[in-house]
Structure formats: structure tokens, C-alpha cells
């Protein structure tokens, strides 16, 4: 569904050039949830960042239905990041002077011209209203971020990155900044979605526990990725498991 082919990608340091990507390739299957490991500046957030064309590669091609992504029109790039990627990361990003409910609105504030929005804002709202209902945060709707804590912040920010049904969530060490229990927790939520829901999902994440949740860990090394033999689902995190 999602493929990188041959990607290579530098970061520009005055005048030296710091390979960060080289020559990877990946291939994401419909409904997978995909786990990416490696040590931190191995170039997992910005391998995810390729994936969902929040930046493009200096090489190499990405594609979704073996459609080409990375060289899109900036319209159409738009479009696919508002409607067919979901983005998580380890610090929220959540606007801290808008409600809970209005940050999980934000994508179709965005999504839609100002007359397309009042047409369709009631339908909205009970989609956002549903949405944090199910992840366990409709008792928190008109607090700001300030008032919640990080694993509330971390519901509303799948919430939010769920309203527009995307095919696929991209998370960034969405448990990164969690207690153990409350990253459990949002894991698990992650787990149902794909299970219930068929969104496929990449996770990127250094906590070697939760990747048991998932059904396959690559892992980032000299900027490529190699298939993990690490031992899945194993009886190491057999509670996550159990509940999920
Ligand atoms: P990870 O997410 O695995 O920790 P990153 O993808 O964030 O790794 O970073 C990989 C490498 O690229 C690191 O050495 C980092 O310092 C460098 N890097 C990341 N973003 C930038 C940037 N915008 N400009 C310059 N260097 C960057
Ligand atoms: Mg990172």
C-alpha cells in the first residue's frame, strides 16, 4: 500500500552534507500496524516524516497504491495530508487557547472552505464528539490543553488525527513522554483502531515493550531499515496482550 523505494535524504549543515537516509526500502501492507525501532538519530522521525510527504526525499520515490506521492502539487499533497494520513507525535502538538473538542476539529476547519464548513459543521462535530467519546475523553471536551494530562493530551491527539478517516496513522513515539501504564494505553487504543477499523499504522517508537502490540518492527540502522527478528508477541508484555 505504502512503499519507499531507494530513498536517500541529507540534512544541509553549512556546508556538510549529514546522510541521514540511504538508499532505503519499505514496503507498508493495507491494515498492518508496523513498528520502526533504532537508536534515536538513527532517522526514524524523519524516515515517517518521508512516508507521510511532510518532506520529500533528495531521491528514491514514494508511493501509495503504487501511485506516486513525493513530487505531488502542493494542492494535492495538501489533500493527502489532511485526508488520507493521520499524524501523531510524542509532544501532541495540540493549540493550547482551543478546546479539546475544537483542536479535534482542527483537520476539517482546514479541510474545507469557509462556506463548505458551515454546511457541514453539525456532522463534524458529532463525528468529533463520537471520536473522543471512544477514546475515552467525552468528559473532556471544552477543556484546553493546559488542563489535561499527557495521556489525555495523546487521546485528543488521536482523535484529532482520526477525524478525517484516514487510511493511515503515522505515529511518532506516541508514547514517548508517557508513563509506562498510560503509554499501555494508548497502544491498546492504537491496536483496536487497526483491529476495528482497519487504519494501517506506523509507529515509530525506542520502547521495545510496546512493539510486541504490533504485527511487524523493522529497525533503522545506517539509514536503512532491516526486518527485525526480535521475538513477537511474546509472553514478555502479556497483559498489553491479553487486553488487546
Ligand atoms: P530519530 O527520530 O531516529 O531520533 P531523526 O530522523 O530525528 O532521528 O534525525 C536523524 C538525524 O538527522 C540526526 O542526526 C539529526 O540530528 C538530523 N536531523 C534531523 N532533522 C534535521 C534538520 N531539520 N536539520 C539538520 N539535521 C537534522
Ligand atoms: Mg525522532
Redesign the pocket.
Known amino acids: 500500500m505504502l512503499t519507499a523505494e531507494n530513498l536517500q535524504k541529507a540534512?544541509?549543515?553549512q556546508a556538510v552534507q549529514?546522510p541521514?537516509i540511504n538508499g532505503l526500502d519499505l514496503e507498508v501492507k493495507t491494515g498492518e500496524f508496523l513498528s520502526i525501532v533504532?537508536?534515536?538519530?538513527?532517522?526514524?522521525?524523519?524516515?515517517?516524516?518521508l512516508l507521510g510527504t511532510l518532506d520529500a526525499p533528495d531521491s528514491g520515490r514514494i508511493l501509495l497504491d503504487g501511485k506516486r506521492i513525493d513530487n505531488l502539487p502542493n494542492c494535492e499533497r495538501d489533500a493527502l495530508r489532511n485526508r488520507t494520513f493521520g499524524y501523531i507525535f510524542q509532544f501532541y502538538h495540540l493549540l493550547p487557547e482551543l478546546t479539546t473538542l475544537d483542536n479535534v476539529l482542527m483537520p476539517a476547519y482546514i479541510g474545507h472552505s469557509v462556506t463548505g464548513w458551515w454546511k457541514t459543521r453539525s456532522k463534524w462535530r458529532a463525528r468529533a464528539m463520537e471520536l473522543l467519546t471512544r477514546v475515552g475523553m467525552g468528559h473532556r471536551i471544552t477543556h484546553r490543553p493546559g488542563q489535561l494530562s499527557g495521556g489525555e493530551l495523546q487521546r485528543a491527539a488521536v482523535a484529532r488525527a482520526l477525524l478525517m478517516s484516514p487510511r493511515v496513522l503515522l505515529a511518532?513515539?506516541p508514547t514517548g513522554n508517557l508513563d509506562t501504564a498510560t503509554g499501555d494505553e494508548i497502544v491498546r487504543l492504537l491496536r483496536e483502531l487497526n483491529r476495528d477499523d482497519g487504519v494501517t499504522i506506523v509507529m515509530?517508537t525506542?520502547n521495545l515493550d510496546i512493539v510486541t502490540a504490533t504485527d511487524r518492527v523493522v529497525r533503522?540502522v545506517g539509514g536503512v531499515v532491516t526486518e527485525d527478528t526480535m521475538p513477537k508477541q511474546s509472553s514478555f508484555h502479556a497483559p498489553l496482550l491479553a487486553a488487546v
Not at 533504532?38 to 516524516?49: F, I, M, Q, R
Request: net charge positive; hydrophobic share 30%.
Open positions: 540534512y544541509r549543515r549529514v541521514v533504532g537508536a534515536s538519530g538513527s532517522g526514524k522521525s524523519t524516515l515517517l516524516h511518532d513515539e515509530v525506542h533503522m
